[in-house]
């Protein structure tokens, strides 16, 4: 009987095996939370972006599965100009508390995941007051491992958005949701232009990001 497939027909099969076998451990590690997928794709994420972190904290798990709110890390979001990092103690007010207890770093340095440029003047607490969830510029950060930028902050985008604030607004209390809501109604938009006080015609001027 004549042979119907090459001879290296059995080492072809053997590795798309291979290979198949090799993408489910991967995915079911990614999908566990074991690896994290920005080590593993670059465009798809934009994960290219990402900025190494001292400590191996995971905003999937902390905010995404536990539920931990922005404001319990980044204590000054709401009143000042940088959101803030979380200091030892606001992790050891969790973690302490395990048993056993995990051994801290408590040398811990967060590097910025996105840096802006300078001369550009950036309030977060202004635009927080103002209906701007933390979705719209930083993404479902509740479902990355290690945190990368979505979007590029560049200037025109800034104009856009101050130039029509309306469909980036949320109602009171609502900014800190994790997961980015949909742009409000345009009757809705405009009422909550007036009840946060919003001029568009007012932010655009040099000023208001460069001082």
């Known amino acids: 009987m004549p042979q119907l497939f090459p001879r290296r027909a059995d080492t072809i099969l053997r590795a798309a095996v291979a290979l198949a076998v090799l993408a489910l451990v991967l995915a079911g590690l990614v ?3 074991v690896i994290d997928p920005a080590r593993l794709t670059g465009a798809a994420t934009g994960a290219q972006a990402a900025v190494p972190q001292p400590s191996d904290f995971s905003h999937r798990l902390h905010a995404g599965e536990i539920g931990i709110g ?14 803030g990092y979380p200091q030892q103690w606001t992790c050891a007010s969790c ?3 395990l048993d056993p207890k995990p051994e801290l770093d408590w040398r811990v340095a967060w590097n910025r995941v996105r840096p802006l ?11 927080v007051a103002r ?6 510029c930083h993404g479902p950060v509740e479902t990355m ?4 930028p979505v979007r590029e902050f560049t200037m025109q985008w800034c104009l856009d958005c101050h130039r029509d604030p309306a469909p980036a607004l ?3 209390g609502a900014q800190f949701r994790t997961a980015a809501a949909p742009p409000p109604p345009a009757h809705e938009g405009g009422a909550l232009l007036a009840l946060y ?8 001027h040099c000023y208001v990001c460069h001082r």
């Open 70 to 83: 922005c404001r319990m890390c980044h204590t000054s979001v709401a009143k000042g100009p940088e959101a």
């Open 197 to 204: 006080g919003i001029e568009p015609s007012r932010l655009d």
């Open 95 to 97: 973690h302490l508390a």
């Open 131 to 136: 209906g701007i969830g933390c979705a719209t």
């Open 170 to 172: 949320g109602p009171p």
């Open 145 to 148: 491992i290690r945190v990368f």
């Open 117 to 127: 440029q300078e001369g550009v003047y950036f309030h977060h607490g202004i635009h």
């Open 31 to 33: 999908a566990r939370g």
